[in-house]
């Protein structure tokens, strides 16, 4: 089982590249979560794209622009999830989503925590609320660890999302 068939090379290549000063090859944490070579992937894909916002309200709304406009292009709301960063960037996206007024009978977007998205898997996933994290130091190998979990739990499409620029945004876009 050294093959990766989760991820896309890209969504892996862009996971690893941003976390590979943080977490060793190879190795894993307490929590059990390795950092995956690129080359391991078995499937090609499209590459990861950041956008940076000027305010959380911009963020969540862009959010809910982009699962509409998916869902208009067939993607089950099933396949989609956001993966967010704090309890407020969380309630916003909730909250713009709701405004868009959804069938009840569809399914729905998972909405979750970093966290609680290890060991699960969505063709389509959105890391939201890189804006909200700490960034100072002290902070940076389990944040930068967070958020390698919830890239990794795309299979097809990464979407990450910031209400300001900061040392993660930063990264991401070198």
């Excluded at 982009?66 to 709301?77: M, N, P, Y």
């Excluded at 309890?87 to 977007?109: L, M, P, T, W």
Aim: net charge neutral.
């Amino acid at each position: 089982l050294k093959m990766n068939y989760r991820n896309t090379r890209q969504i892996l290549n862009f996971a690893y590249n941003f976390s590979k000063d943080f977490i060793q090859e190879r190795q894993s944490d307490e929590d059990a979560i390795p950092l995956i070579a690129p080359e391991m992937a078995g499937q090609e894909g499209i590459e990861p794209v950041v956008k940076v916002w000027g305010s959380l309200t911009e963020e969540a709304e862009f959010i809910a622009h982009c699962i509409s406009t998916w869902v208009a292009k067939g993607i089950e709301l099933k396949d989609i999830a956001v993966v967010y960063t704090s309890k407020a960037v969380g309630e916003s996206v909730k909250n713009s989503y709701q405004k868009r007024q959804y069938s009840a009978s569809e399914d729905k977007v998972t909405v979750l925590t970093r966290q609680s998205s290890k060991g699960l898997e969505f063709k389509t996933v959105i890391l939201a609320g890189l804006g909200t994290l700490k960034d100072d130091e002290k902070n940076h190998v389990e944040e930068v660890r967070l958020l390698y979990v919830g890239m990794t739990r795309a299979r097809e499409k990464l979407l990450v999302t910031s209400s300001k620029a900061n040392f993660y945004t930063e990264r991401l876009m070198r």
